[in-house]
T-cell receptor
Framework: DAKTTQPNSMESNEEEPVHLPCNHS???????IHWYRQLPSQGPEYVIH???SNVNNRMASLAIAEDRKSSTLILHRATLRDAAVYYC???????????FGQGTRLTINP | DTGVSQNPRHKITKRGQNVTFRCDPI?????LYWYRQTLGQGPEFLTY????????KSRLLSDRFSAERPKGSFSTLEIQRTEQGDSAMYLC??????????FGEGSRLTVL
């Protein structure tokens, strides 16, 4: 499975945008970029995914570099409820399982 | 609640005892996954089912671990002769084919 690299931790303030980076220099052409997050004492939850183009949904935006070797998850206006561990995962087209790394622990300051 | 349900939420057992966890997936999902998560680490894949067929097993799943999904609905994960190293959160997830995974809240195992 192709690997991703994320910072261990990040900190931001409430109501400010947050940019969570992910490097995936060995990504293949059929790998989708998935983001999940895990709130304290809960299982992971899906946030967003994309292949080449930038993606937006109600939770976040995903900005994918033109060479696809990196991506950024954007929380437009962080709230205290966004404090979680965020996982960037590469999932080959048609693959079933997800392979999690250690993720980025995001702290939101009031 | 139509999400993934796991029971029990917490289990404390003595070393050498057997434990069983149950997972009830979202009803229309034919894929079911088991993961294990230790403190400070991301979830580690254990196994997954397509309907009742167990299609992939991780090397982490030793001979003491067995998972079943009879009739392609709920699943059980049994750990025999538990060891202290088995202490972890056991997560279940379900999905449609290649769809996003929906996780339960997990079953926390403590082996004394």
């Amino acid at each position: 499975d192709a690997k991703t690299t994320q910072p261990n931790s990040m900190e931001s303030n409430e109501e400010e945008p947050v940019h969570l980076p992910c490097n995936h220099s060995t990504i293949s052409g059929t790998d989708y970029i998935h983001w999940y997050r895990q709130l304290p004492s809960q299982g992971p939850e899906y946030v967003i995914h994309g292949l080449t183009s930038n993606v937006n949904n109600r939770m976040a935006s995903l900005a994918i570099a033109e060479d696809r070797k990196s991506s950024t998850l954007i929380l437009h206006r962080a709230t205290l409820r966004d404090a979680a561990v965020y996982y960037c995962i590469l999932r080959e087209q048609g693959a079933q399982k997800l392979v999690f790394g250690q993720g980025t622990r995001l702290t939101i300051n009031p | 609640d139509t999400g993934v349900s796991q029971n029990p939420r917490h289990k404390i057992t003595k070393r050498g005892q057997n434990v069983t966890f149950r997972c009830d997936p979202i009803s229309e999902h034919n894929r079911l996954y088991w993961y294990r998560q230790t403190l400070g680490q991301g979830p580690e894949f254990l196994t997954y089912f397509q309907n009742e067929a167990q299609l992939e097993k991780s090397r982490l799943l030793s001979d003491r671990f067995s998972a079943e999904r009879p009739k392609g609905s709920f699943s059980t994960l049994e750990i025999q002769r538990t060891e202290q190293g088995d202490s972890a959160m056991y997560l279940c997830a379900s999905s449609l084919p290649t769809g996003e995974l929906f996780f339960g809240e997990g079953s926390r195992l403590t082996v004394l």
